[in-house]
């Protein structure tokens, strides 16, 4: 990594790395320095990684343990390690607006972190592009680190002992009544976890909200919606917003235990959209950190 470039992306967090190539097999100091970077900046930009589904599977293996995508794995029972964040299909043709498969992926233009409705919710999120929208499609990232920052001291300590329950069909019934079968709702029951997180590495803390994010424990419906949304409010005001245009050849990796994002949405009737996602399991239950 002697010969990265590392450019800062927003003041308060994220980092565009150039000189590098990513593909595997990667020396362990190498993948040292990354996990490294993403304790710092949280959010990575390596562009024109010339990837593929196996390789981005072994890159993901080196960082960790790969995360079953929950919505096969719900549906059917059949574990696959990647997600298509698009409208491509397999076979080549893509999906217009209208589809109900497009139609279930505006879910994720909600503020959210990856699987904080997983008992044991992700560590980082990697995201290869292929084909990009040439208008739209841009995902928006804040940190919830620098919002924790920003809190006054009485708040933090209001918050720092709260414990929240995440819900994903709490979160996708706001895309529409059946937009979450029965079998994959029997297969994510709400899960709890701290509100406030700390990064093991430097001791960083930062609150974890988003979609997901349902109720405070031992408070009523009311009073946790005031507080869980004020908290989001304060985290995505458009100053803090960092969005990324994405283009074919991005490798991105984004911590998700610190960071929320949401798509910005494209017309999928004029433009074709095809990224291949993988996660990183964390290490376990946030109720344990």
Not at 102 to 109: I, Q
Not at 170 to 198: C, E, I, N, Y
Not at 212 to 220: E, K, L, P, S
Request: net charge negative; proline share 6%; charged share 25%.
């Amino acid at each position: 990594m002697e010969h990265v470039t590392i450019e800062p992306l927003h003041a308060e967090f994220g980092a565009r790395l150039t000189g590098v190539d990513l593909r595997p097999p990667l020396a362990g100091e190498v993948i040292e320095e990354i996990r490294r970077a993403i304790d710092e900046y949280s959010f990575l930009w390596f562009p024109d990684q010339p990837f593929d589904d196996e390789l981005q599977l072994e890159f993901t293996r080196a960082l960790g343990e790969p995360e079953e995508n929950h919505v096969s794995l719900g549906r059917e029972g059949r574990i696959e390690y990647f997600g298509t964040i698009g409208n491509v299909r397999g076979d080549g043709t893509a999906r217009g607006n209208a589809d109900r498969h497009t139609k279930f992926l505006t879910g994720n233009n909600m503020w959210h972190s990856d699987s904080s409705f997983r008992e044991t919710p992700s560590f980082v999120s990697i995201m290869c592009a292929y084909e990009t929208p040439s208008e739209g499609g841009e995902t928006l990232f804040v940190s919830g680190r620098a919002a924790y920052a920003r809190l006054p001291d009485d708040m933090r300590a209001t918050i720092d002992p709260l414990i929240v329950v995440h819900d994903y069909v709490f979160s996708r019934s706001k895309v529409g009544p059946d937009a979450v079968s029965p079998a994959h709702a029997a297969s994510l029951p709400p899960v709890r976890q701290k509100l406030v997180r700390a990064n093991p590495r430097t001791g960083a803390r930062n609150y974890y909200v988003g979609s997901h994010a349902r109720q405070v424990v031992g408070w009523d419906e009311a009073e946790s919606r005031t507080l869980l949304d004020d908290l989001l409010d304060r985290a995505t005001g458009p100053a803090h917003i960092h969005a990324h245009r994405w283009r074919p050849g991005d490798l991105v990796i984004w911590d998700n235990r610190c960071l929320l994002h949401r798509g910005a949405g494209y017309d999928a009737d004029r433009y074709r959209r095809y990224m291949r996602q993988t996660r990183v399991r964390g290490t376990g239950s946030t109720l344990d950190e």
